[in-house]
C-alpha cells in the first residue's frame, strides 16, 4: 500500500494531474459507443492500479464479461500494489504492469500496446487513471466522473461515482455504460491447493487494514486478545493470525499476548502468497476482520465472516456474502471514509467502541450455523 500513500503520487495527482488532464481533454473528440463483434475476440483493457479488495470486487466485472464474450481478450492495467491479485482473477487474458516508480517509462510503453476496442477504468479518484486512459488507444473509452476530480474529460461516456451505492454497483455501471449486461456476478474463489496444514479447527484473525487512513479502521490489540482467549475456552479452536510481511513483528506481539492468556495461537503474518491465503481462509471454522483485502477474499471464498466495520460504510464496503455478519459501533459520526483518504478524524471511537462481547455475540451464531 506504499504506493497509494506516497508523498509523490499524491503531490503529481493534485498539481500534474488536474491540469493535464484538462488540457487532455481539450484536444480528446468524445466518440459515439460502437457495438463491437462479441464473436470475433474484442480485446478489451481494464484499468485498476490499487487495492487488493477493489480488485477482488473487479473479478466479478471480469466473470461478467467473459460470459457476455467469451471469446474477448482481457489486459488488466495494474501497479505493483494489485498485481498478485490480479494474477489470481479467472479470465484475465494478459496484465500490463503500470510501475508507479517509473512513470514515464510506463507511458511509453503504455503508447506502444495495441489498438484495444474498449477501455474501461474502474479507479474513481486517481488522476493518474485518467492519464493512462488518455495515453491508451482505445475505440471506445468508459470511466467515472466525481465532482472536483477533473479526470472525466479524457473518456468518451462516463458514469456517476456515487457514494450511495456499494463500489460494486459502481463498478456494474462501468460495464452498462459500455452496452454490456448485468447479471449480478459476484467475486468468487476456489481453494485448490492444500496449503493449510492445520489439524485442529482454527478462526482466523485479521488485525490490518493497510492502505489510507488504516488507524480509522483499526480495532484495539487487547480486544483481538480477548476475543481470542474467549474462543479458544468456548470453543477448543486455535488463533492464527494473519497479515503482510510488514505486519509480522505485530501480528506475533498479539499471538504472544494470546498464548499468555491460555490459548493456541501462532502468526502466519508474510508466510503465504494471496493464492495460498484462499485455502488458509477457505478452510477456517470462522474469519473476523477488520475492512481491507483480506475481509473481501474471506467473503469470496464463502467462509463464515466477522466484518468490523467504523470509519466505512458497510453498504458501500461491505462483504458480499449471505455468511458474513458486519459488527460496528453505530456512532453517530460514521462513516466518515468514503474515497479512502479524506477523513480528519484523530479519535476513531467507532472502532473502540466495538466490544468484545458484541463481536462473542456473532461468533457464537456464526459458529452455531457452521455446526
Known amino acids: 500500500m506504499k504506493e497509494r500513500n506516497s508523498i509523490w503520487r499524491k503531490r503529481f495527482d493534485k498539481w500534474i494531474g488536474c491540469p493535464l488532464l484538462f488540457v487532455f481533454g481539450l484536444f480528446h473528440r468524445r466518440r459515439e459507443a460502437k457495438s463491437f ?36 481478450h482481457v489486459t488488466v492495467i495494474c501497479s505493483d500494489n494489485n498485481l498478485p491479485m490480479v494474477r489470481l482473477l479467472c479470465g484475465v487474458d494478459d496484465t500490463f504492469l503500470f510501475r508507479m516508480n517509473r512513470p514515464v517509462h510506463s507511458f511509453l510503453k503504455l503508447r506502444a500496446l495495441s489498438r484495444f476496442d474498449l ?24 470511466g467515472f466522473k466525481r465532482a472536483r476530480m477533473y479526470r472525466h474529460y479524457v473518456y468518451d461516456k462516463w458514469v456517476e461515482h456515487l457514494d450511495s451505492l456499494h463500489e460494486i454497483d459502481n463498478y456494474r455501471n462501468i460495464l452498462q455504460g459500455a452496452g454490456l449486461q448485468i447479471t449480478g456476478r459476484l467475486p468468487r474463489f476456489e481453494a485448490h491447493n492444500d496449503t493449510c496444514t492445520e489439524r485442529q479447527p482454527y478462526v482466523v484473525f485479521h488485525q490490518y487494514p493497510g492502505g489510507s487512513m488504516e488507524n480509522q479502521r483499526k480495532w484495539p490489540e487487547m480486544r483481538w486478545a480477548e476475543l481470542g482467549q474467549w474462543i479458544h475456552q468456548t470453543y477448543g479452536m486455535r488463533i492464527i493470525l494473519s497479515g503482510a510481511p510488514a505486519d509480522r513483528e505485530a501480528a506475533e506481539h498479539t499471538a504472544c499476548l494470546l498464548r499468555e492468556k491460555g490459548a493456541a495461537a501462532k502468526s502466519i503474518a508474510g508466510v503465504y502468497s494471496l493464492r495460498e491465503m484462499i485455502d488458509v481462509l477457505a478452510k477456517a471454522e470462522l474469519v473476523i476482520s477488520v475492512n481491507t483485502g483480506i475481509m473481501h477474499l474471506a467473503a469470496a471464498v464463502h467462509v463464515p465472516l466477522i466484518a468490523l466495520h467504523g470509519a466505512t460504510s458497510e453498504q458501500r464496503w461491505g462483504p458480499l456474502s449471505d455468511n458474513a455478519v458486519v459488527v460496528k459501533s453505530g456512532e453517530p459520526c460514521q462513516p466518515c471514509i468514503s474515497l479512502g483518504f479524506e477523513s480528519k478524524c484523530t479519535d476513531p471511537v467507532c472502532m473502540r467502541n466495538i466490544t468484545v462481547a458484541m463481536v462473542a455475540d456473532v461468533t457464537e451464531r456464526l459458529l452455531g450455523m457452521k455446526a
Open 37 to 72: 463483434d462479441k464473436e470475433h475476440a474484442p480485446r478489451i483493457a481494464l484499468i485498476k492500479t490499487a487495492a487488493i479488495g477493489d480488485t477482488i470486487l473487479l473479478s466479478a466485472m471480469v466473470d461478467e464479461i467473459k460470459h457476455q464474450c467469451p471469446s474477448s
Open 119 to 142: 477501455l474501461l477504468d474502474f479507479g474513481p479518484w486517481p488522476r493518474i487513471n485518467g492519464i493512462i486512459s488518455w495515453m491508451i488507444r482505445a475505440d471506445y473509452k468508459v
